[in-house]
C-alpha cells in the first residue's frame, strides 16, 4: 500500500510555537499533498510537493520530502489557535486515475 | 469561491434501509470522487467517476454502492442496504483533471449514521 502514514497521532501546543508533523509512505510516489480537516468539515487542500522537489514553503507552512526515507514533514510555524484542525498527508502513486490516498492524520490542537 | 456542497448534512436510517447522498460538484470539474471516514479514522477512498462512468473503486465500494450523475449538475452515492458498519461522514470531491498533482476540492461531508 502507498498509504501514508501521519505521526504524531496528536501534538498539542501554546500559541506561537512551531508544529511539525511527520508522514511516511510505502511505495514511490509522484507527489504528496497535505490537506487540513477542521472538525466536521471537508478536507482543504493546503500544499502540494513533487517527488523532485525537497522543500516548499507557502506562507506559516513549509513541507519537506525526503523520498529515500520515503518521508515528508509538514512544518507550520507561529502557530495560532485557528490552526487548531487535523492535517493529512496524501500520496499520488500512479498514472492516469489512480486516486490520492490519504492517512490518518495528526490532530492538532493550539492552545491560546 | 466555487465549492461542493453536500446534502443532507446529516442522515439517520435503519438498517436495511437505501440511502442516498447527494453532492453537486464544482461545476467546471471532470472528475468526482466518494470518501469515506469512520469517526477518528483515516479517510478511505471507495470512488471515482469521470465522463459518466466509474473510472476507479476501492473494495469497500461492493455491490450494495452505486454512482451516478443524474443530470449535469448532482452526483450521487446510493447504498441500496445499510449496514451498521456503513456509519461514517461520507465526503464528495471534485477536480478539473486527474493525475499528477492535481488538487481535490471536498464537501463538508453527510455524516451518516445506521441504526
Known amino acids: 500500500s502507498q498509504q501514508g502514514e501521519e505521526d504524531p497521532q496528536a501534538l498539542s501546543i501554546q500559541e506561537g510555537e512551531n508544529a511539525t508533523m511527520n508522514c511516511s509512505y510505502k511505495?514511490?510516489?509522484?507527489?504528496l499533498q497535505w490537506y487540513r480537516q477542521n472538525s466536521g468539515r471537508g478536507l482543504v487542500h493546503l500544499i502540494l510537493?513533487?517527488?523532485?522537489?525537497r522543500e516548499k514553503h507557502s506562507g506559516r507552512l513549509r513541507v519537506t520530502l525526503d523520498t529515500s526515507k520515503k518521508s515528508s514533514s509538514l512544518l507550520i510555524t507561529a502557530s495560532r489557535a485557528a490552526d487548531t484542525a487535523s492535517y493529512f498527508c496524501?500520496?499520488?502513486?500512479?498514472?492516469?486515475?489512480?486516486?490520492?490516498?490519504f492517512g490518518k492524520g495528526t490532530r492538532l490542537s493550539v492552545i491560546a | 469561491e466555487p465549492e461542493v456542497t453536500q446534502t443532507p448534512s446529516h442522515q439517520v436510517t435503519q438498517m436495511g434501509q437505501e440511502v442516498i447522498l447527494r453532492c453537486v460538484p464544482i461545476?467546471?470539474?471532470?472528475?468526482f470522487y466518494w470518501y469515506r471516514q469512520i469517526l477518528g479514522q483515516k479517510v478511505e477512498f471507495l470512488v471515482s467517476?469521470?465522463?459518466?462512468?466509474?473510472?476507479?473503486k476501492s473494495e469497500i465500494f461492493d455491490d450494495q454502492f452505486s454512482v451516478e450523475r443524474p443530470d449535469g449538475s448532482n452526483f450521487t452515492l446510493k447504498i441500496r442496504s445499510t449496514k451498521l458498519e456503513d456509519s461514517a461522514m461520507y465526503f464528495c470531491?471534485?477536480?478539473?483533471?486527474?493525475?499528477?498533482?492535481?488538487?481535490?476540492?471536498f464537501g463538508s461531508g453527510t455524516q451518516l449514521s445506521v441504526l
Open positions: 470531491a471534485s477536480s478539473k483533471v486527474v493525475g499528477r498533482g492535481e488538487k481535490l476540492f
Open positions: 511505495t514511490s510516489i509522484n507527489n
Open positions: 510537493i513533487r517527488s523532485n522537489e
Open positions: 496524501a500520496t499520488d502513486a500512479g498514472s492516469g486515475n489512480t486516486p490520492l490516498v
Open positions: 461545476s467546471n470539474h471532470l472528475y
Open positions: 467517476f469521470y465522463n459518466n462512468e466509474i473510472s476507479e
